[in-house]
């Protein structure tokens, strides 16, 4: 089990952009798939993106692909989310991953089994 923090979440209106940060407790991170998930009200949770270990691939959710883009920091344990070009329907709870399964199945295995590990979530709000 890894623990997860997520940062970075708050207002911002349409158009604009946000980073997202969320920090590891462990030194397996660099051992680790990461990805990001957000969950809007009412809603099921959503793929957004995941990276490899090495960070030398990503993959993303259709709905953010080409506004969004998913980076890693190993020497710090840290994941990051930078969210572009943001529209009100981005509006949700973003929450961070992390398994020791291969990133480009994150989508599928992270709602259907218990491989991933989740952080508390940072909620993310964009105005119109």
């Known amino acids: 089990q890894v623990d997860l923090v997520e940062s970075g979440g708050g207002l911002v209106q349409a158009g604009g952009s946000r980073r997202l940060s969320c920090v590891a407790s462990t030194h397996t991170f660099a051992t680790s798939a990461m990805g990001w998930f957000r969950q809007a009200p009412g809603k099921d949770r959503e793929f957004v993106a995941a990276?490899?270990?090495?960070?030398?691939?990503?993959f993303y959710g259709a709905s953010v692909k080409g506004r969004f883009t998913i980076s890693r920091d190993n020497g710090a344990n840290t994941l990051f989310l930078q969210m572009d070009t943001l529209k009100p329907e981005d509006t949700a709870d973003y929450y961070c991953?992390?398994?020791?399964?291969?990133?480009?199945?994150?989508?599928?295995?992270?709602?259907?089994?218990?491989?991933?590990?989740w952080g508390q979530g940072t909620q993310v709000t964009v105005s119109s």
């Open positions: 991953i992390a398994t020791s399964g291969p990133a480009n199945v994150v989508e599928t295995m992270c709602i259907r089994t218990s491989r991933c590990s």
């Open positions: 990276i490899t270990r090495s960070g030398g691939a990503t």
